[in-house]
Protein backbone atom coordinates (compact mmCIF):
# COMPACT_ATOMS: atom_id res chain seq x y z
CA UNK A 1 0.00 0.00 0.00
CA UNK A 2 1.15 3.66 -0.69
CA UNK A 3 2.60 6.25 1.74
CA UNK A 4 -0.56 8.13 2.49
CA UNK A 5 -1.36 10.97 0.87
CA UNK A 6 -1.47 14.44 2.59
CA UNK A 7 -4.59 15.49 0.33
CA UNK A 8 -7.94 14.23 1.09
CA UNK A 9 -9.84 11.25 -1.07
CA UNK A 10 -12.57 10.98 -2.27
CA UNK A 11 -14.35 8.09 -4.36
CA UNK A 12 -17.37 9.53 -6.51
CA UNK A 13 -19.08 6.96 -8.21
CA UNK A 14 -21.42 7.09 -11.26
CA UNK A 15 -19.17 10.05 -12.43
CA UNK A 16 -19.00 9.78 -15.99
CA UNK A 17 -21.53 12.44 -16.65
CA UNK A 18 -24.09 15.44 -15.03
CA UNK A 19 -24.03 15.26 -11.40
CA UNK A 20 -21.30 12.53 -10.76
CA UNK A 21 -18.82 14.45 -13.01
CA UNK A 22 -19.91 17.79 -11.44
CA UNK A 23 -19.17 16.28 -8.05
CA UNK A 24 -15.72 14.47 -8.39
CA UNK A 25 -14.86 18.15 -10.94
CA UNK A 26 -15.89 20.07 -7.58
CA UNK A 27 -13.83 17.61 -4.92
CA UNK A 28 -10.95 18.51 -6.87
CA UNK A 29 -10.96 21.71 -7.34
CA UNK A 30 -11.34 21.80 -3.57
CA UNK A 31 -8.11 20.08 -3.14
CA UNK A 32 -9.41 16.26 -3.37
CA UNK A 33 -7.63 13.65 -4.50
CA UNK A 34 -10.38 12.34 -6.80
CA UNK A 35 -10.97 8.38 -7.55
CA UNK A 36 -14.21 7.87 -10.02
CA UNK A 37 -15.98 4.62 -11.75
CA UNK A 38 -18.56 4.37 -14.11
CA UNK A 39 -19.89 1.78 -16.66
CA UNK A 40 -19.61 4.46 -19.11
CA UNK A 41 -16.54 4.37 -20.66
CA UNK A 42 -16.39 8.38 -21.03
CA UNK A 43 -15.11 7.97 -17.22
CA UNK A 44 -11.50 6.97 -18.07
CA UNK A 45 -11.14 10.77 -19.85
CA UNK A 46 -12.18 12.24 -15.93
CA UNK A 47 -9.06 13.44 -14.27
CA UNK A 48 -7.56 11.25 -11.16
CA UNK A 49 -8.09 7.72 -11.12
CA UNK A 50 -10.90 6.45 -12.84
CA UNK A 51 -12.22 2.61 -13.18
CA UNK A 52 -14.39 0.99 -15.96
CA UNK A 53 -16.46 -0.95 -13.24
CA UNK A 54 -20.15 -1.71 -12.20
CA UNK A 55 -21.08 -0.75 -8.77
CA UNK A 56 -22.89 -3.84 -8.03
CA UNK A 57 -20.44 -5.65 -8.98
CA UNK A 58 -18.43 -6.88 -5.70
CA UNK A 59 -14.80 -7.52 -7.84
CA UNK A 60 -15.09 -4.02 -9.82
CA UNK A 61 -15.62 -2.65 -6.01
CA UNK A 62 -13.03 -4.22 -4.63
CA UNK A 63 -11.00 -3.25 -7.45
CA UNK A 64 -12.12 0.22 -7.19
CA UNK A 65 -11.35 0.44 -3.10
CA UNK A 66 -8.12 -1.56 -3.18
CA UNK A 67 -6.44 0.95 -6.25
CA UNK A 68 -7.15 3.83 -4.27
CA UNK A 69 -5.97 2.56 -1.21
CA UNK A 70 -2.55 1.56 -3.39
CA UNK A 71 -2.35 4.52 -5.21
CA UNK A 72 -3.37 7.18 -1.66
CA UNK A 73 -2.90 5.03 0.79
CA UNK A 74 -6.19 6.25 2.52
CA UNK A 75 -9.58 7.13 1.84
CA UNK A 76 -11.62 10.02 3.54
CA UNK A 77 -15.38 10.63 1.24
CA UNK A 78 -17.20 7.97 -0.18
CA UNK A 79 -19.88 9.21 -2.25
CA UNK A 80 -22.53 7.01 -3.83
CA UNK A 81 -24.04 8.49 -6.21
CA UNK A 82 -24.22 5.86 -8.98
CA UNK A 83 -28.22 4.84 -9.58
CA UNK A 84 -30.70 4.93 -12.21
CA UNK A 85 -34.30 6.17 -12.80
CA UNK A 86 -36.80 4.30 -15.05
CA UNK A 87 -40.81 4.83 -14.57
CA UNK A 88 -41.75 1.19 -13.09
CA UNK A 89 -45.31 0.31 -12.22
CA UNK A 90 -47.11 -2.08 -10.23
CA UNK A 91 -49.81 -3.99 -12.92
CA UNK A 92 -46.48 -4.83 -15.91
CA UNK A 93 -46.20 -7.96 -17.07
CA UNK A 94 -44.14 -9.99 -14.81
CA UNK A 95 -41.24 -10.39 -17.19
CA UNK A 96 -40.78 -6.25 -17.11
CA UNK A 97 -40.86 -5.93 -13.65
CA UNK A 98 -38.23 -8.53 -12.77
CA UNK A 99 -35.63 -6.70 -15.38
CA UNK A 100 -36.72 -3.40 -14.20
CA UNK A 101 -35.80 -4.46 -10.26
CA UNK A 102 -32.63 -6.00 -10.78
CA UNK A 103 -31.51 -2.80 -13.13
CA UNK A 104 -32.47 -0.20 -10.62
CA UNK A 105 -31.64 -2.02 -7.78
CA UNK A 106 -28.61 -3.04 -8.84
CA UNK A 107 -26.86 0.73 -8.89
CA UNK A 108 -29.42 2.62 -6.69
CA UNK A 109 -28.67 -0.32 -3.29
CA UNK A 110 -26.57 -3.20 -4.35
CA UNK A 111 -23.96 -0.72 -5.11
CA UNK A 112 -23.92 1.93 -2.20
CA UNK A 113 -24.20 -1.31 -0.24
CA UNK A 114 -21.04 -2.60 -1.54
CA UNK A 115 -19.26 0.75 -1.72
CA UNK A 116 -20.13 1.31 1.71
CA UNK A 117 -19.03 -1.93 3.33
CA UNK A 118 -16.20 -1.92 1.20
CA UNK A 119 -15.00 1.34 2.91
CA UNK A 120 -16.27 1.29 6.31
CA UNK A 121 -12.93 -0.80 7.68
CA UNK A 122 -10.64 1.88 6.22
CA UNK A 123 -12.15 4.90 7.51
CA UNK A 124 -12.37 2.60 11.06
CA UNK A 125 -8.88 1.91 11.09
CA UNK A 126 -8.11 5.65 10.04
CA UNK A 127 -10.58 7.18 12.97
CA UNK A 128 -12.21 9.24 10.18
CA UNK A 129 -14.04 8.96 7.32
CA UNK A 130 -17.47 10.55 5.20
CA UNK A 131 -20.09 8.20 3.96
CA UNK A 132 -22.51 10.54 1.81
CA UNK A 133 -25.08 8.83 0.19
CA UNK A 134 -27.28 10.71 -2.52
CA UNK A 135 -30.94 10.62 -2.20
CA UNK A 136 -34.19 12.14 -3.74
CA UNK A 137 -36.99 14.17 -2.06
CA UNK A 138 -39.44 11.47 -2.41
CA UNK A 139 -37.63 10.70 0.98
CA UNK A 140 -37.36 14.08 2.79
CA UNK A 141 -39.89 16.67 1.07
CA UNK A 142 -40.08 20.03 1.25
CA UNK A 143 -41.23 20.52 5.44
CA UNK A 144 -45.02 20.58 5.38
CA UNK A 145 -45.41 18.55 2.83
CA UNK A 146 -46.13 14.67 2.59
CA UNK A 147 -44.60 11.52 1.71
CA UNK A 148 -46.78 10.34 -1.17
CA UNK A 149 -46.05 7.40 -3.93
CA UNK A 150 -45.38 9.56 -7.00
CA UNK A 151 -47.01 6.75 -9.17
CA UNK A 152 -45.22 4.87 -11.66
CA UNK A 153 -41.81 4.92 -9.73
CA UNK A 154 -42.10 1.95 -7.37
CA UNK A 155 -39.12 0.39 -8.16
CA UNK A 156 -36.92 3.97 -7.57
CA UNK A 157 -38.80 5.00 -4.56
CA UNK A 158 -38.34 1.64 -2.58
CA UNK A 159 -34.63 1.67 -3.70
CA UNK A 160 -34.14 5.19 -2.01
CA UNK A 161 -35.99 4.27 0.90
CA UNK A 162 -33.74 1.03 1.66
CA UNK A 163 -30.59 3.65 0.70
CA UNK A 164 -32.07 5.61 3.52
CA UNK A 165 -32.11 2.71 5.83
CA UNK A 166 -28.17 2.13 5.24
CA UNK A 167 -27.86 5.77 6.00
CA UNK A 168 -29.49 5.48 9.47
CA UNK A 169 -27.66 1.96 10.22
CA UNK A 170 -23.85 3.32 9.20
CA UNK A 171 -24.68 6.32 10.99
CA UNK A 172 -25.42 4.67 14.01
CA UNK A 173 -22.72 1.74 13.96
CA UNK A 174 -19.64 3.88 12.49
CA UNK A 175 -20.27 6.94 14.96
CA UNK A 176 -17.86 6.42 17.85
CA UNK A 177 -15.25 5.49 15.54
CA UNK A 178 -15.32 9.36 13.88
CA UNK A 179 -16.99 8.38 10.47
CA UNK A 180 -19.99 10.50 9.40
CA UNK A 181 -22.52 9.11 7.12
CA UNK A 182 -25.13 11.58 5.56
CA UNK A 183 -28.14 11.66 2.78
CA UNK A 184 -28.52 14.52 0.01
CA UNK A 185 -32.43 14.35 -0.99
CA UNK A 186 -32.17 15.98 -4.31
CA UNK A 187 -35.59 17.71 -5.84
CA UNK A 188 -35.13 17.96 -9.69
CA UNK A 189 -31.34 19.05 -11.15
CA UNK A 190 -30.57 19.20 -14.31
CA UNK A 191 -28.72 16.06 -15.38
CA UNK A 192 -29.34 14.24 -18.69
CA UNK A 193 -30.73 11.24 -16.69
CA UNK A 194 -33.20 13.56 -15.41
CA UNK A 195 -33.63 14.99 -18.91
CA UNK A 196 -33.98 11.40 -20.20
CA UNK A 197 -36.49 10.74 -17.88
CA UNK A 198 -38.57 13.72 -18.29
CA UNK A 199 -38.65 13.31 -21.50
CA UNK A 200 -39.65 16.66 -24.00
CA UNK A 201 -40.11 18.88 -20.50
CA UNK A 202 -40.82 22.37 -21.85
CA UNK A 203 -37.53 24.17 -21.04
CA UNK A 204 -38.84 27.02 -18.98
CA UNK A 205 -39.16 23.61 -16.26
CA UNK A 206 -35.72 22.57 -17.27
CA UNK A 207 -33.93 26.30 -16.36
CA UNK A 208 -36.05 25.73 -13.35
CA UNK A 209 -34.49 22.87 -12.24
CA UNK A 210 -31.36 23.11 -9.92
CA UNK A 211 -27.52 22.98 -11.08
CA UNK A 212 -25.21 20.09 -10.15
CA UNK A 213 -22.96 22.82 -9.28
CA UNK A 214 -25.03 24.36 -6.66
CA UNK A 215 -25.31 20.57 -5.34
CA UNK A 216 -21.53 20.47 -5.05
CA UNK A 217 -20.97 23.51 -3.35
CA UNK A 218 -23.61 22.06 -0.27
CA UNK A 219 -21.51 18.91 -0.70
CA UNK A 220 -18.45 20.45 0.08
CA UNK A 221 -19.97 22.74 2.79
CA UNK A 222 -20.84 19.09 4.55
CA UNK A 223 -17.52 17.79 4.40
CA UNK A 224 -15.73 21.31 5.56
CA UNK A 225 -17.92 20.62 9.11
CA UNK A 226 -15.25 17.93 10.11
CA UNK A 227 -15.31 15.08 12.41
CA UNK A 228 -17.40 16.72 14.72
CA UNK A 229 -20.37 17.48 12.37
CA UNK A 230 -23.83 16.10 11.82
CA UNK A 231 -23.90 12.63 10.85
CA UNK A 232 -27.10 10.33 10.23
CA UNK A 233 -28.89 13.18 8.68
CA UNK A 234 -30.67 13.68 5.25
CA UNK A 235 -30.23 16.99 3.59
CA UNK A 236 -33.08 18.46 1.63
CA UNK A 237 -32.02 19.93 -1.69
CA UNK A 238 -35.20 21.31 -2.76
CA UNK A 239 -36.24 23.16 -6.03
CA UNK A 240 -37.45 27.20 -5.73
CA UNK A 241 -35.50 26.83 -2.31
CA UNK A 242 -32.45 28.26 -1.11
CA UNK A 243 -29.65 25.67 -0.70
CA UNK A 244 -28.71 24.97 3.29
CA UNK A 245 -27.82 22.73 5.47
CA UNK A 246 -30.53 24.39 7.65
CA UNK A 247 -32.19 21.79 6.00
CA UNK A 248 -31.31 18.91 7.87
CA UNK A 249 -32.94 16.26 10.03
CA UNK A 250 -32.06 13.06 11.34
CA UNK A 251 -33.25 10.17 9.30
CA UNK A 252 -35.83 8.31 10.33
CA UNK A 253 -37.36 11.90 12.42
CA UNK A 254 -39.69 14.07 11.60
CA UNK A 255 -40.01 18.26 12.44
Not at 35 to 47: A, I, S, Y
Not at 183 to 206: K, S, Y
Not at 211 to 225: M, N
Request: charged fraction near 20%; hydrophobic fraction near 45%; glycine fraction near 12%.
Amino acid sequence: MAEATARPVAIVTGAAQGLGRSLADGLGAAGYEIVVCDVNPVVEEQHGLAFLADVAKPADVRRVVDGAMAQYGRIDVLVNNAGVARPTRAGQDWETGLRDYEEVMAPNLRGAFLFGRAVAPIMIAQEIGHIVNISTDHVYPVPGERVWGHGGMDVYNASKWALNGLTLDWATTLRRHGVRVNGLCLGATDTPMLREFAGGVDADVIASWMKPAEICALLIELLEEGPSGRTGHNVGCWVGRPLSLDDSIEVGHRR
